[in-house]
């Protein structure tokens, strides 16, 4: 008797969250030990870097990510074997493009740590960040394929790698440093990025090669191929990733004007440059990831959600997508209530007993009520994605940040950083019900 066969979805998420949530725990810890080797000072300069490292994945990779995975999903659901064409004209698109925004992170790395991230200590960061910049593009590209074919048991072992060696790279090097009485710098740290990139990216390009070499199947040789195959092209695949990749952009870039803006506005509420650097580096460094530690599980629903969606929504089958999307939302306010209960009441003994930070202690407590919407956005960004309404993602996330912008402009000089939380919480609420009001409006015109 032949046996049931595996949904999908179960079997994606099910890997995709095992290796996130060993990832996450590793970079929990992760984060613990960075925090007690280079202290809160070090952990804000440290995070400057993530507006730089987002702004430069959106430009490079994460649109042609999501189109490469979009196009095979949708190539699947007519033919049995989707061919590597996406896949080619995406990395044809995104590497050149990585090759130069490395190139330019390199060369005016000083320029911008002084100007834009308004911190000189940065600009040797900058320059070992940048080669992690077209490692990550193909290594983006080959994961968004695997996606789009639902394996993903092969971008969730490089993640997990990735995050092995990082740990590893940055342990060693500290530890050669010490022995020596020598304090290890920041940079070591992103040292242990970029090499932990380069690990994965060769794990996925070992992953994809059996398929380059693997012959067409007689099946797609002659009208199915002609007509399935043929018709990815640069069109198809930029009309999709071009919208993303100036969404995101878009975004990073009003992200970026948030990250660099919260310690100066600390510092008209009243810090010096070192507290506020601390409370940035608490919030973003200790905080804000514990939060984000059960998104483990949205994010690897969501990045299977996105293919099937597509694949669902491309054969019409409009009933299939109304129940993922009612069982989403459903499953991610339940998980979201769950964890906000146990942030809210233990939060405080988290920051004091694992980070020796009360101030993290208050930070998590309070970031603790935006559970139920952070995790349902995950989710639901993913499933409008997949029914192609990718401007409509775009404007309600602008809308969102500037709220968060307002806050940070006019209330941290206020009320200091709690004026930050507040618009964390505010925007969070309102993408979550914009999210939700875009997606109801479409299933009802789709009756």
């Known amino acids: 008797m032949k046996a049931k066969q595996r949904h999908p979805l179960i079997v994606g998420t099910f890997i ?4 996130g949530m060993v990832s996450r725990l590793i970079g929990f810890f992760y984060r613990i030990y960075l925090s007690r080797l280079f202290g809160e000072e070090g952990m804000g300069i440290y995070q400057l870097l993530s507006p730089v490292l987002s702004l430069s994945f959106s430009l490079t990779a994460a649109g042609y990510q999501t189109a490469i995975s979009k196009l095979v999903a949708e190539q699947s659901a007519r033919e049995k074997h989707p061919s590597l064409r996406p896949l080619v004209l995406g990395m044809s698109v ?3 493009l990585s090759l130069l925004c490395n190139g330019i992170l390199f060369t005016f790395a000083d320029t911008i740590a002084a100007s834009l991230l308004q911190e000189p200590r940065t600009a040797d960061m900058l320059r070992i960040l940048s080669f992690s910049v077209p490692l990550s593009a193909v ?3 080959v994961n968004g394929y695997f996606y789009g074919i639902k394996r993903a048991g092969i971008p969730a072992g490089s993640q997990l790698l990735e995050q092995l060696v990082r740990v590893g790279c940055v342990y060693i090097v500290s530890a050669w440093y010490m022995e020596r009485g020598v304090a290890p710098s920041v940079s070591v740290a992103v040292l242990g990025l970029s090499i932990g990139e380069f690990f994965s990216m060769i794990m996925a390009l070992l992953a994809i090669l059996p398929y380059c070499i693997k012959k067409t199947p007689p ?8 007509r399935g195959i043929q018709r990815i092209t640069y069109g198809s695949l930029l009309s999709m990733a071009l919208p993303l990749t100036a969404n ?3 975004l990073n870039l009003l992200q970026s004007v948030e990250s660099v803006s919260i310690p100066a506005r600390l510092r008209l509420y009243g810090y010096d440059t070192v507290t506020s650097l601390s409370v940035y580096g608490v919030l973003t460094g200790m905080a804000m990831p514990f939060i984000f530690f059960p998104n483990a599980l949205t994010s690897s629903v969501a990045v299977m959600l996105l293919p099937m969606i597509s694949e669902s929504y491309a054969l019409g089958d409009m009933a299939a997508v109304r129940s993922s999307a009612v069982r989403t939302v459903k499953y991610c306010v339940l998980m979201g209530g769950c964890c906000m209960a146990c942030f809210v009441l233990f939060g405080r003994w ?3 007993t694992l980070f020796d930070s009360p101030l993290a202690g208050y930070f998590i407590t309070t970031l603790g009520f935006i559970c139920p919407f952070l995790y349902l956005d995950t989710t639901l ?8 309404l990718a401007g409509h993602i775009f404007v309600m996330n602008v809308v969102c940040l500037l709220i968060r ?5 006019y209330a941290i000089p206020q009320f200091g950083i709690t004026g930050y939380l507040w618009g964390l919480l505010a925007s969070q609420l309102t993408l979550g019900l914009l999210y939700l009001g875009c997606l109801n409006r479409f299933l009802t015109r789709h009756r």
Not at 16 to 19: D, M, Q, S, Y
């Open 381 to 388: 960004s993913s499933i409008l994605q997949g029914l192609g």
């Open 139 to 141: 290594h983006s590209c």
């Open 405 to 409: 912008l307002g806050f940070v402009f």
């Open 248 to 250: 995101r952009i878009v």
């Open 219 to 226: 099946a797609l040789t002659a009208g199915a191929f002609s």
């Open 94 to 96: 995104s590497l050149p």
């Open 350 to 352: 988290a920051g004091t």
């Open 16 to 19: 995709l969250t095992a290796t």
